[in-house]
């Protein structure tokens, strides 16, 4: 009587583990499904220490990072990346953040440019020289179209010169009618917070060098225009 007691608790158990890892499995379906932050919430609310939990907490990560990334660049501010950096140091969005914060950087430094070059002091008197002397500059500024003067920043990464070369071929793939013909260089630049790998194009007119970067931010990919000053 007794051992047919415990063999009538020891199914029920059995039947009870069962249902219950069966409404697991549908609730992790049904979250899969859905695939938004909220239903992943709502799961590990649910099952905290489940066998779902870790690809849970995966994806809810990978889905927190997304919408922080969408947010910054719909901002597109310097400060918007450099939050999503704070936020996110190693993700998948990272390295375009940090190519961003770079170009920001680098196109805030033209408007400087100039102001330097008319301040009446002995340092700008001494630069203006050099430009002066270079009649192909000179000729250049009558025909842009043969200046070759201009270039582009496609990119600047931490992790090193391949990283730059691997974005290359993947700008290259993609945009093989926009880029034909051009030759990268990679062009390291210390940094407080290490060196920097930035993808460059030089040689370029001003037009053509304006419209590289008018398509590629049209679709949504970083570019920045380089002057004759930072050559």
Request: hydrophobic fraction near 40%.
């Amino acid at each position: 009587m007794v051992f047919n007691k415990v063999i009538l608790v020891l199914c029920l158990t059995a039947l009870l583990g069962v249902s219950g890892c069966s409404r697991q499995q549908s609730d992790w379906e049904k979250a899969v499904g859905a695939n938004t932050a909220e239903t992943y919430e709502q799961f590990l609310k649910k099952y905290p220490s489940g066998d779902f939990t870790a690809q849970a907490q995966a994806r809810l990560k990978e889905l927190y990072e997304e919408r922080d990334w969408q947010k910054a660049r719909d901002t597109d501010t310097l400060e918007g990346y450099q939050a999503f950096l704070k936020q996110y140091p190693e993700g998948k969005w990272t390295e375009e953040a940090r190519i961003r914060v770079e170009n920001f950087t680098l196109a805030s430094a033209p408007t400087a440019a100039p102001a330097a070059a008319a301040a009446p002091n002995p340092a700008a008197n001494a630069v203006a020289p050099k430009v002066a002397a270079a009649p192909k500059a000179v000729a250049a500024t009558a025909a842009t179209s043969k200046a070759g003067t201009y270039g582009i920043q496609l990119g600047a990464f931490k992790s090193g010169a391949d990283a730059a070369n691997a974005r290359w071929a993947q700008l290259e793939k993609k945009y093989p009618k926009l880029l034909t013909g051009l030759t990268p260089k990679v062009a390291p630049k210390k940094s407080a917070s290490g060196t920097l790998y930035r993808l460059q194009i030089a040689n370029l007119s001003e037009k053509h060098a304006a419209s590289i970067c008018k398509t590629l931010k049209e679709h949504s990919q970083a570019c920045t225009m380089l002057r004759p000053a930072h050559s």
